[in-house]
């Protein structure tokens, strides 16, 4: 068996949790799920057995590990008032489209069932609220995490940080920011698909 946790981060003693509503980003992958909430802890979650990956197991053992990845995934984000999840990358190269999409569709059904409301962000919509440009690598919104969010340790992971930047704009949307940011930057939040919330 694999261990699913590849990081983990609690909030630091000298972390004062914002007031207002709970938001969990989720930036899904097969490999390294980001999670990060408004609590101030992150998790990057993900099948790490780089000898023998998982779109590569027999088919049976696949869904075995799919579905205790989900599970893991599940258990970590708990039930928030809202998860912002990074849309699917439909279009991405590579390998495991089918096992990304599979687990990116059971994480959005299994939120809904719990009656979480869900937002969605495109990836350029996520960078463009991280850093004010809708492109950019991934060391960008790394160095712009860093910046602006410090007290989400990230350890530099950027599937952490692209989690801690969902999570703080679904506050955004809530009109409960994390911290403010430009009007360059809070166009992503205008831009992105929100819930319907009562």
């Given at each position: 068996?694999?261990?699913?946790?590849?990081?983990?981060?609690?909030?630091?003693?000298?972390?004062?949790?914002?007031?207002?509503?709970?938001?969990?980003?989720v930036d899904s992958s097969l490999t390294a799920t980001g999670l990060a909430s408004s609590e101030g802890w992150c998790r990057v979650i993900g099948?790490?057995?780089?000898?023998?990956?998982?779109?590569?197991?027999?088919?049976?053992?696949?869904?075995?590990?799919?579905?205790?990845?989900?599970?893991?995934?599940?258990?970590?984000?708990?039930?928030?008032?809202?998860?912002?999840?990074?849309?699917?990358?439909?279009?991405?190269?590579?390998?495991?489209?089918?096992?990304?999409?599979?687990?990116?569709?059971?994480?959005?059904?299994?939120?809904?069932?719990?009656?979480?409301?869900?937002?969605?962000?495109?990836?350029?919509?996520?960078?463009?609220?991280?850093?004010?440009?809708?492109?950019?690598?991934?060391?960008?919104?790394?160095?712009?995490?860093?910046?602006?969010?410090?007290?989400?340790?990230?350890?530099?992971?950027?599937?952490?940080?692209?989690?801690?930047?969902?999570?703080?704009?679904?506050?955004?949307?809530?009109?409960?920011?994390?911290?403010?940011?430009?009007?360059?930057?809070?166009?992503?939040?205008?831009?992105?698909?929100?819930?319907?919330?009562?």
């Open positions: 068996m694999i261990d699913l946790n590849i990081f983990a981060s609690l909030p630091g003693d000298d972390f004062d949790a914002p007031d207002g509503p709970r938001v969990v980003g099948y790490d057995d780089k000898k023998n990956p998982i779109t590569k197991l027999p088919h049976l053992e696949r869904l075995s590990e799919l579905r205790r990845l989900l599970d893991t995934v599940m258990g970590a984000i708990g039930r928030p008032d809202l998860a912002v999840m990074e849309g699917a990358a439909l279009s991405r190269a590579g390998g495991g489209a089918h096992e990304r999409g599979w687990l990116w569709w059971r994480i959005f059904e299994r939120l809904t069932d719990d009656g979480v409301p869900v937002g969605f962000m495109s990836t350029n919509q996520r960078i463009l609220y991280a850093t004010g440009k809708g492109t950019g690598p991934k060391t960008a919104v790394v160095d712009a995490v860093a910046r602006r969010w410090p007290q989400w340790h990230t350890g530099g992971n950027d599937n952490a940080c692209d989690a801690v930047t969902l999570m703080a704009a679904g506050r955004d949307w809530l009109l409960a920011p994390v911290t403010s940011v430009p009007k360059t930057h809070r166009a992503a939040v205008e831009k992105a698909t929100w819930p319907e919330v009562e």
